[in-house]
């Protein structure tokens, strides 16, 4: 036998007898890492109660995607009660928010956007360009913004959520769960009625271009009526929707849907089973 067949038979001995001898531990890591995280974490809340009519790892952390928007929203709607904006205020578009990857507007270095349109914008197009613009024109960078997000959400009572831009773009800390996304979408109703029909924007017009809105299931669930949509890669397919029947509000959220169609049926499937167990059994 050749000096160099001799050499790689030792080299799988030694792989050999390596695996014999592994340890339980580093199986039983290997097999942690293996299991993969549920489809779905989602959640219902009675709007007006607080109650939690559904949950399932309800306080499992995930990625928000674009739900993260909701804060940007929230905190964009305390300027506006505060007076130090209003809805003609313009915001002025830094570069660093021109060079946003999708989805976006294609705003322009140096150009302007009006605080409604903003707004719009964020609800129906999505836009990350956007979202730091607000993020610069509210705070004066996305960093200082991303820092309030987070003091504003534990003050909401978000205790597992951590907010590092305001898009919702790739970032390994932010995170959030369904829990803490349905107590956000229950403050944007109670502390902003005047602002909430927003959440419900079918279109919108951009320099000539008609955006529409991604969330089907504004036009297709009975008594649906805002919230957001939300996609990464890493998170999945996520959703904040409420909806009002028979003079009762319901918050739903969905994490980490695999396609947009299997998300929305979700989504309709524990709000109609919710809608059903309140007119069962009243709260």
């Given amino acids: 036998m050749s000096g160099s067949l001799r050499f790689l038979f030792s080299l799988i001995a030694v792989a050999v007898l390596a695996a014999a001898f592994a340890s339980p531990a580093d199986a039983a890591r290997k097999k942690r890492r293996a299991v993969p995280a549920p489809q779905y974490a989602a959640i219902v809340m009675h709007a007006d109660t607080g109650d939690i009519l559904l949950d399932k ?27 130090t904006l209003n809805p003609d205020s313009m915001l002025t578009v830094s570069a660093q928010a021109a060079g946003q990857p999708p989805s976006k507007l294609g705003l322009v270095a140096g150009s302007t956007i009006s605080v409604e349109d903003a707004i719009k914008a964020l609800v129906v197009k999505s836009a990350n ?86 969330n089907a299931l504004v036009r297709t ?38 396609s947009v169609k299997t998300r929305d049926a979700h989504m309709a499937e524990i709000l109609t089973t919710a809608f059903a167990d309140i007119k069962a059994n009243p709260l």
């Fill in 57 to 83: 790892y309800a306080d499992q952390k995930r990625y928000p995607a674009s739900l993260t928007k909701m804060m940007t929203l929230y905190l964009l709607f305390e300027a506006l009660e505060a007076g």
């Fill in 129 to 214: 360009d956007v979202a730091v613009t607000v993020a610069e024109g509210v705070s004066g960078s996305e960093w200082k913004f991303a820092q309030t997000m987070t003091t504003r959400a534990r003050q909401l009572g978000m205790v597992n959520t951590t907010f590092k831009n305001a898009s919702g773009l790739p970032n390994s800390r932010q995170m959030t769960t369904a829990r803490d996304l349905a107590i956000l979408s229950q403050r944007l109703i109670k502390d902003f009625p005047q602002y909430f029909p927003y959440f419900n924007t079918q279109e919108f017009d951009w320099n000539g271009r008609t955006y529409r809105t991604h």
């Fill in 221 to 258: 669930y009975p008594g649906a009526d805002g919230l957001k949509t939300g996609y990464t890669a890493r998170s999945g397919f996520n959703l904040a929707t409420t909806a009002r029947r028979d003079g009762q509000r319901l918050i739903g959220v969905v994490l980490g849907g695999r």
